[in-house]
């Protein structure tokens, strides 16, 4: 090859003269892969100097940079940079298409697949792909059956670090979330969501197929899937398929006998959260729910609705033989 073709080689190639530029021994590892760095605790292999001090902190927990305001530390210069927003509240990235900023470029990029709706992992089991790699490896825990988190308490585990956190709450009793109209007080957060709509009749979840309105987005995801007929979630002992984990795993108990929630007045105990509510009225005498027309109050909802009957003579249940029909179904 002479010196022109030498010459023309190089402007074709940019990563040519990119690569011809540097020079240090840094960029030179870089390129060729080598990790001429081991940590002696561990025998990681790291590529540049900087980096194997970094790796070494995950070891020491030395965190040398110190935030000016609260005093939390960091291992690396640049999750103080991060941390230090939260005080200033700078959002350096934006949202190209909803003009939304955010403090970090991951959180933007996790953003950005609401408008894209590009899921890039995806699960090597069943194909279902997620826009983020926790999400991923959540939905991989119905596979494998894994549950890492464990009850410190009654010795039971879950899957994510939520349910056991909710969980919890039936051993302690606390109730974390109240709604401010009424002082009903729920476990969960998204219980209390889903409970605050029936104040406001906000239903802002649409479905596409037959634009019905729900409270919350997994109320949109139960019914899409009697559209698609999709059951994700299935039981190992039955092979019975359901739309959710909670329906699944309240399913499972019905084959395990499993009835973690405890009655602190008289120790019966049941298989899910609102059958120990409904019954632990029972004691208190509390009635919630009032009917609108006469205003007799009820301890379940199921009794309001029958009684509510007895107003609009509505009667549901028809017998399929003689069309007698009745306002309840155990008639």
């Known amino acids: 090859m002479n010196s022109d073709e030498t010459s023309n080689c190089s402007r074709e190639n940019p990563l040519t003269n990119i690569c011809e530029k540097m020079s240090t021994a840094t960029n030179l590892t870089a390129h060729n892969e080598e990790k001429p760095y081991k940590c002696d605790i561990c025998e990681k292999k790291i590529s540049?100097?900087?980096?194997?001090?970094?790796?070494?902190?995950?070891?020491?927990?030395e965190k040398p940079y110190k935030c000016d305001l609260c005093d939390q530390a960091f291992s690396q210069a640049h999750y103080l940079t991060?941390?230090?927003?939260?005080?200033?509240?700078?959002?350096?990235?934006?949202?190209?298409?909803?003009?939304?900023?955010?403090?970090?470029?991951?959180?933007?990029?996790?953003?950005?697949?609401?408008?894209?709706?590009?899921?890039?992992?995806?699960?090597?089991?069943?194909?279902?792909?997620?826009s983020q790699k926790t999400n991923l490896k959540k939905h991989t825990r119905i596979?494998?059956?894994?549950?890492p988190y464990k009850c410190d308490i009654c010795d039971q585990s879950f899957?994510?670090?939520?349910?056991?956190?909710?969980?919890?709450?039936?051993?302690t009793?606390?109730?974390?979330?109240?709604?401010?109209?009424?002082?009903?007080?729920?476990?969960?957060?998204y219980n209390l969501r889903r409970h605050a709509m029936t104040h406001t009749g906000e239903k802002p979840y649409k479905c596409d197929i037959c634009e019905k309105g729900f409270c919350t987005s997994l109320d949109l995801t139960r019914h899409t899937?009697?559209?698609?007929?999709?059951?994700?979630?299935?039981?190992?002992?039955?092979?019975?398929?359901?739309?959710?984990?909670?329906?699944?795993?309240?399913?499972?108990?019905?084959?395990?006998?499993?009835?973690p929630y405890k009655c602190d007045i008289c120790d019966q105990s049941f298989s899910q959260a609102h059958h120990l509510t409904g019954h632990t009225r029972t004691h208190t005498g509390e009635k919630p729910?009032?009917?609108?027309?006469?205003?007799?109050?009820?301890?379940q909802k199921t009794n309001l609705n029958t009684h509510k009957r007895t107003h609009t003579n509505i009667e549901p249940y028809k017998y399929v033989i003689c069309d007698l029909a009745f306002s309840k179904a155990s008639n």
């Open 143 to 147: 596979h494998t059956g894994e549950k």
């Open 159 to 171: 899957s994510q670090p939520h349910t056991l956190k909710t969980h919890k709450r039936t051993h």
């Open 173 to 189: 009793g606390e109730i974390a979330f109240k709604c401010v109209i009424c002082d009903r007080a729920f476990s969960q957060a």
């Open 225 to 259: 899937m009697t559209h698609t007929g999709e059951t994700p979630y299935k039981c190992d002992i039955c092979d019975k398929g359901f739309c959710t984990s909670l329906e699944l795993t309240r399913h499972t108990r019905t084959h395990t006998g499993v009835k």
């Open 289 to 299: 729910y009032k009917c609108d027309i006469c205003d007799q109050a009820f301890s």
């Open 82 to 130: 991060v941390h230090t927003r939260k005080h200033n509240g700078e959002k350096p990235y934006k949202c190209d298409f909803c003009d939304k900023r955010f403090s970090t470029s991951s959180a933007l990029t996790k953003h950005t697949r609401t408008h894209t709706g590009d899921k890039p992992y995806k699960c090597d089991i069943c194909d279902q792909a997620f």
């Open 48 to 61: 540049t100097a900087s980096d194997l001090t970094k790796h070494l902190r995950t070891h020491t927990g």
